[in-house]
């Protein structure tokens, strides 16, 4: 069974920083890209975050261009999002989210809330 | 790019059909055959419903549908049921460097 979990989440004040894991389970991790979607209060989704399967290759929206950082640890099956210099506007359930062929994401995390606020 | 335009709401009648666009330009949903759609119900993981623009992921119902005109994409829900109520997202691929483009979100309402 096909698992991603998230953890990782909490309050921050802006301007600081934290980061979200996302722990995947029940299939070949490194074969996979994988993305952080977020969704901030009373909005849609948005994706911020994408990274190939060998970690190479990644690229981020502008909205979080040069404050976060998403990386993967293919040993322990794990993605991260390095979130840095947050703001009151980063405030959002985020999610992890498996690529599958086609630029579409078949499995996601259950999301977990991050607030910035002072 | 700018998010991918969809209606904020739709609705229709249990047995009713009901569509809800997406619509985009050249350089997302007109360019590549790349669309996806996900279903969305509050406090849940979104659920992927379609990809490749008309592709059916595992699982889901041939009650739904996908299609695309140019830069219009479309999801076609038949026989609604009152599980179909919740929010509905489209996705293109925008190239390279914009792997995902959601839009909006529509709210889709079962009466």
């Known amino acids: 069974e096909v698992k991603l979990v998230a953890s990782g989440g909490g309050i921050v004040q802006p301007g600081g920083s934290l980061r979200l894991s996302c722990a995947a389970s029940g299939f070949g991790f490194s074969s996979f890209t994988m993305n952080w979607v977020r969704q901030a209060p009373g909005k849609g989704l948005e994706w911020i975050a994408y990274i190939t399967g060998a970690g190479t290759t990644t690229y981020y929206a502008a909205s979080v261009q040069g404050r976060f950082t998403i990386s993967r640890d293919n040993v322990n099956s794990t993605v991260y999002l390095q979130m840095d210099s947050l703001r009151l506007e980063d405030t959002a359930v985020y999610f992890c989210?498996?690529?599958?062929?086609?630029?579409?994401?078949?499995?996601w995390g259950q999301g977990i809330q991050v607030t910035v606020s002072s | 790019q700018s998010a991918l335009t969809q209606p904020p709401s739709a609705s229709g009648s249990p047995g009713q059909s009901v569509t809800i666009s997406c619509t985009g330009t050249?350089?997302?949903?007109?360019?590549?055959?790349?669309v996806s759609w996900y279903q969305h119900y509050p406090g849940k993981a979104p659920r992927l419903l379609i990809y490749?623009?008309?592709v059916r992921s595992s699982g889901v119902p041939d009650r739904f549908s996908g299609s695309k005109s140019g830069n219009t994409a479309s999801l076609n829900v038949s026989g609604l049921q009152a599980e179909d109520e919740g929010h509905y997202y489209c996705?293109?691929?925008?190239?390279?460097?914009?792997?995902?483009?959601f839009g909006g979100g529509t709210k889709l309402t079962v009466l």
């Open positions: 050249s350089s997302d949903i007109g360019g590549y055959n790349y």
């Open positions: 490749a623009v008309n």
């Open positions: 996705c293109s691929y925008g190239g390279r460097s914009v792997p995902r483009l």
């Open positions: 989210a498996r690529g599958r062929s086609a630029a579409a994401d078949d499995f």
